[in-house]
């Protein structure tokens, strides 16, 4: 079945969609983004993700597209034209189209794209192996709390990582201290089962899965520390793993030529991506409006 595209206000095949050759999302990279995970028929986190989209447009001074629940209704109508029950939703707003010039245009309409893409299920080898992790400067800006869609840095890491046979880039500032992942946010467990993760602030985006984790970890009596943690206190983890929309909780085995504890998946990482998966199970079908 041929995808279908939301593009200011029509829907497209994906294959003839299209934005203005001077959108200034494809000129300065002046927009942001969120992708909502959907399984089993459920948009996860639904309502976070679009208030954090509505805060990334605001610390851009970029006005909403339409009213929250009007961009709601477009979703599942994106999703349903797609047929889409396990996916990724994108949803992309720039400043819109106008003539180039830095600063900002007067009078325009904000644009925003739409478009579904059906995914396999979390694999379950992920799970029971574990992932590598390759460390890598963070050399991107000093916003890294808007999910803006200037990704270029993140994309630089990833194929980093990609060249090494790692799965993942963990990024770390000019203290050693490991920020977060190139398209994840970074956790480490201490042996006395802490929980640790980068506080949020302007260095790391606020993760929607990483809120989940701490809910849903002091659901299952542990302890979350939202401090730095150094790329050493990482190697000599009991566990890590890593953790987004898509990826849920990843397990993560290995960190640059360090073995994490013996090499194997952590029963704390284990039973947290097992809660989680829980909790998506737990969610409103796509069906529903309900806040």
Known sequence: MP????????????????????????????GAYEVVNTYRGRLIDELRH?????????????????????MRLVMREVVRRNRMTTGLLYIQVTRGVAPRDHKFPRSIKPAMVMTARSIPEFPQEMVDDGVKILTIADIRWARCDIKSVALLPNILAKQAAAETGAYEAWLVDECDYVTEGSSSNAWIVTVDNILVTQPTGRRILAGITRQAII????ELGYTVEERPFTVTEAYQAKEAFMSNSSHFVTPVTQIDDAVIANGKPGNLTIELHQRYVRFMEESAPIDSLMG
């Open 3 to 30: 995808r279908i595209a939301y593009v200011n206000g029509a829907y497209i095949p994906h294959r003839y969609a299209s934005v203005h050759i001077e959108d200034r999302g494809y000129q300065f990279s002046d």
């Open 50 to 70: 679009l208030q954090r989209l509505d805060r990334s447009l605001s610390e851009l001074s970029i006005a909403s597209p339409m009213a929250q629940q009007a």
């Open 215 to 218: 809910s849903l970890a002091g």
